[in-house]
């Protein structure tokens, strides 16, 4: 039974570029949220997506975007990427609307040079 | 919104002995508190988790109580092992609440176990 996935494991940006992030919910799964995880600190809720549409969104500026699609899986994209954007990208399924668990991705380790 | 505080920001436990880790929130609608392990370059895994209907859960080492007048909520580890060496993170959110099911954490505890 497969888990959460997540593409790439790792990526090195240039300021300025943009970047696209890529997860796989579990099988069952209809929700996709999105954390951010800067060094030393808890994850902090950028999205959350439940039936391809969009609800909840964190304290994240507008160059963070994201999307569901039909299967469920999920991208994250951020533009104009800043040395501050630099972190582990979380994201979590859950079956939603009858339990909360989230179980988490192995995350994507973006850093911003 | 939201805010969880957890403390203490390090712990460390002689083999054996027993940890506690304890988080508060601000948010008295906030009815589901997930708690989460994470080991170095690992993704958070979920541990053992509580709703706001029960004031204690156990699953053989690990409890978690929930304190809803007080708003905190406490994980215990009993008879800790070196395997127990960790990050471990509490959160908060509203259960069964579309499009605002979103975790909220604390800073996170990290926990030595000492051999």
């Given at each position: 039974d497969a888990g959460v996935t997540q593409s790439p494991t790792h990526l090195i940006k240039t300021r300025g570029q943009h970047v696209t992030l890529r997860c796989s919910p579990i099988s069952g799964h209809k929700s996709v949220s999105w954390y951010q995880q800067v060094l030393g600190q808890?994850?902090?809720f950028i999205f959350q997506y439940y039936e391809k549409e969009e609800r909840g969104r964190g304290n994240f500026p507008d160059r963070f975007s994201a999307r569901q699609f039909p299967n469920y899986s999920s991208e994250l994209n951020v533009n104009a990427l800043l040395l501050g954007d630099s972190a582990l990208y979380l994201?979590?399924?859950?079956?939603?609307?009858?339990?909360?668990e989230q179980y988490f991705g192995p995350g994507t380790r973006l850093t911003v040079t | 919104g939201e805010n969880v505080e957890q403390h203490p920001s390090t712990l460390s436990v002689q083999e054996g002995d027993s940890a506690v880790i304890k988080c508060t929130y601000s948010d008295s609608a906030s009815n589901y508190f997930p708690w989460y392990k994470q080991e170095l370059g690992k993704r958070p895994q979920l541990i053992i988790d509580i709703r706001s209907n029960v004031g204690e859960k156990k699953d053989q080492r690990i409890a978690v109580t929930l304190n809803k007048t007080a708003k905190h909520f406490s994980l215990h580890i009993t008879e800790t092992q070196p395997e127990d060496s960790?990050?471990?993170?509490?959160?908060?959110?509203?259960?069964?609440?579309?499009?605002?099911?979103k975790l909220t954490f604390g800073t996170g505890t990290r926990l030595t176990i000492i051999p």
């Amino acid at each position: 039974d497969a888990g959460v996935t997540q593409s790439p494991t790792h990526l090195i940006k240039t300021r300025g570029q943009h970047v696209t992030l890529r997860c796989s919910p579990i099988s069952g799964h209809k929700s996709v949220s999105w954390y951010q995880q800067v060094l030393g600190q808890g994850p902090q809720f950028i999205f959350q997506y439940y039936e391809k549409e969009e609800r909840g969104r964190g304290n994240f500026p507008d160059r963070f975007s994201a999307r569901q699609f039909p299967n469920y899986s999920s991208e994250l994209n951020v533009n104009a990427l800043l040395l501050g954007d630099s972190a582990l990208y979380l994201c979590a399924s859950s079956v939603t609307g009858t339990r909360n668990e989230q179980y988490f991705g192995p995350g994507t380790r973006l850093t911003v040079t | 919104g939201e805010n969880v505080e957890q403390h203490p920001s390090t712990l460390s436990v002689q083999e054996g002995d027993s940890a506690v880790i304890k988080c508060t929130y601000s948010d008295s609608a906030s009815n589901y508190f997930p708690w989460y392990k994470q080991e170095l370059g690992k993704r958070p895994q979920l541990i053992i988790d509580i709703r706001s209907n029960v004031g204690e859960k156990k699953d053989q080492r690990i409890a978690v109580t929930l304190n809803k007048t007080a708003k905190h909520f406490s994980l215990h580890i009993t008879e800790t092992q070196p395997e127990d060496s960790a990050v471990y993170f509490c959160a908060a959110s509203k259960d069964r609440n579309f499009g605002n099911e979103k975790l909220t954490f604390g800073t996170g505890t990290r926990l030595t176990i000492i051999p």
